[in-house]
């Protein structure tokens, strides 16, 4: 059973950059037909999906965090990367990572990392 | 269209079957995903797709569709069940994920 942790810095100051990593154990990132994700949960508020990244490296963003946003992967570490600039306070929430899959019709993030509380803060 | 809408809470009583609901035009497209978060948990696929449950979950839990509403019932729900659960779909254009605002399930 594939087993996803996020690791990074819990606190990041204003127009500084968030670094999130997360590491997957049980399971290659280079398996075929998953992609890998980041979804966000403000304090008290709903899932928002941040973004993800597919094997052959094809990117998907929010429209919102675009102009802010990279995600990557490291086959070598088998891990996958979130990096997002110039960040404020509403970047302060929960982050997860997840495993993603794609169906005809639907997806299914169908493992998650337990997920890290990030703060932006001074 | 970008929006997945949900009620922001139901209550149940214990036993009795409930149904969430979940509108948007994506869902004419597309199937909604259902996740059931706990306090303090990441969140959990409970149905997705055509009528499809991972395995371990009860099969209290099914879904359905119908024009641009996806529902989740339970039925027979149990203490357990009280949650926050979220529809997920593809956006209208189909290149990002959207996720309704979440739906808190009291069992009373």
């Known amino acids: 059973q594939v087993q996803l942790q996020e690791s990074g810095p819990r606190l990041v100051k204003p127009s500084q950059t968030l670094s999130l990593t997360c590491s997957v154990s049980g399971g290659s990132i280079t398996s075929g037909g998953y992609y890998w994700s980041w979804v966000r949960q403000h304090p008290g508020k709903g899932l928002e999906w941040i973004g993800h990244i597919y094997f052959s490296g094809t990117t998907n963003y929010n429209p919102a965090l675009k102009s802010r946003l990279t995600i990557s992967f490291d086959t070598s570490l088998n891990h996958f990367s979130l990096r997002l600039t110039s960040v404020t306070a509403a970047d302060t929430a929960m982050y997860f990572c997840?495993?993603?899959?794609?169906?005809?019709?639907?997806?299914?993030?169908?493992?998650w990392g337990q997920g890290t509380q990030v703060n932006v803060s001074s | 269209s970008s929006e997945l809408t949900q009620d922001p809470a139901v209550s149940v009583a214990l036993g009795q079957t409930v149904t969430i609901t979940c509108q948007g035009d994506s869902l004419e497209s597309y199937f909604a995903t259902w996740y059931q978060q706990k306090p303090r948990q990441a969140p959990a696929v409970v149905f997705y797709g055509h009528n499809k449950r991972p395995s371990g979950i009860p099969d209290r839990f099914s879904g359905s569709t119908s024009r641009n509403t996806a529902s989740l019932t339970i039925t027979g729900a149990r203490a357990e069940d009280e949650a926050d659960y979220y529809c997920s779909s593809r956006d209208t254009s189909g290149d990002h994920v959207i996720f309704g605002e979440g739906t808190k399930l009291t069992v009373l």
């Open positions: 997840a495993r993603g899959r794609g169906y005809s019709g639907y997806d299914v993030f169908d493992s």
